[in-house]
């Protein structure tokens, strides 16, 4: 799942608490990311899945989630509406 990836990235590279991921409503912000951060995991994402996300400082002002659905609709979207092979969407 995008959502799993993304949060073992965090809590495994940027030290985040996993604690913070079951809070409801958990804004990116809340994670105390700084720019770096935030685009290393977007790196990553980007390396999995092989396109370029665009503007990703807009993150900083959604939630966890709506940065996760984003996240997937870019993928969807690159990959001419077809989850890419070897990975998984988060239903």
Known sequence: MLRDTIQRFLVDQAQVDPAKFEQHGLRVADLELDSLGLV?????????????INEPMRYM????????ADIESAVLKHHGGQWPE????TH
């Not at 290393?40 to 370029?52: A, N, S």
């Not at 070897?86 to 969407?89: L, V």
């Open 61 to 68: 002002e959604m939630s966890f989630d709506e940065m996760v």
């Open 86 to 89: 070897g990975g998984s969407a």
């Open 40 to 52: 290393e995991m977007l790196f990553e994402v980007e390396d999995r899945y092989g396109f370029q």
